[in-house]
């Protein structure tokens, strides 16, 4: 008996994707997601196509970042009057467990 061994590669058909093009649909921007974010970096429009909606994957712009405040950079934006106030109606809006079921 002989045993014959076919090759799934050979068998399996190989789908080439023209990435020159702008629009892709979502299996085949899966597959080739780096090579869109590079194409998408240098400027060019990329649309990934889901059913009957269009995406664009396009570069975001950087995030500035938060400066670092100084201590006591908020010292003088409430008065004494203004905190005891705040945290007395703080103190007041708590719902408290009642006794009966401590």
């Known amino acids: 008996m002989k045993i014959v061994r076919h090759s799934r590669i050979q068998n399996r058909k190989v789908k080439r994707v023209n990435l020159q093009s702008q629009q892709f649909s979502l299996s085949n921007a899966k597959a080739y997601l780096g090579r869109l974010m590079d194409k998408a970096g ?4 990329v649309y990934i196509v889901k059913g009957q909606r269009r995406f664009i994957l396009q570069p975001a712009p950087e995030i500035d970042p938060i400066p ?3 201590a006591g950079y908020f010292a003088q934006a409430y008065s004494r009057e203004e905190i005891r106030e705040e945290n007395r109606l703080a103190k007041a809006s708590v719902i408290r467990v009642p006794q009966d079921l401590e």
């Open 68 to 70: 670092l405040r100084p």
């Open 42 to 45: 240098r400027g060019e429009a």
